[in-house]
């Protein structure tokens, strides 16, 4: 068993899996990933888990330099956006339409679906690299 860190499988290997440029997508229960995408459902129930905790396991170990969020998270799900802020306090937060996002996933290393249900609570990471 692991000592630490990630400990569900699929995550782990997908965060060494991951390079520098390349995108991973934590969604809501709600987002549609198409069907052509690497979808790793961590959801166990409505709200459970929540979005941000998981994200906040990942970054322990991968690099990121940059997340996009869709602009109507500001709007519609303004203390959700600012808890991201604050768990990314020094990362650059990009925003684009929701639709846009939607567009991007086929273009992910992989979609991590949580049990979110706030409104418009996706985040795609731009991995980074350590060094």
Not at 27 to 33: N, V, Y
Not at 37 to 57: E, F, K, N, T, Y
Not at 64 to 89: F, G, N
Not at 109 to 118: K, M, P
Request: aromatic residues 4%; glycine residues 6%; hydrophobic residues 45%.
């Amino acid at each position: 068993m692991k000592k630490s860190g990630l400990l569900n499988p699929e995550l782990s290997a997908l965060v060494a899996q991951a390079g520098h440029t390349q995108h991973i997508v934590l969604a809501d229960a709600g987002l549609p990933i198409p069907p052509q995408v690497r979808c790793i459902d961590v959801s166990v129930s409505a709200g459970l888990p929540q979005l941000l905790p998981v994200l906040q396991a990942i970054l322990g170990e991968l690099v990121i330099e940059a997340v996009s969020v869709a602009q109507e998270t500001r709007d519609l799900s303004p203390q959700w956006y600012s808890e991201l802020q604050r768990t990314l306090p020094e990362v650059p937060v990009h925003e684009l339409p929701h639709e846009a996002l939607k567009e991007g996933l086929p273009q992910a290393l992989a979609v991590i679906r949580t049990g979110e249900t706030t409104p418009y609570a996706n985040v795609i990471l731009h991995c980074g690299v350590n060094f």
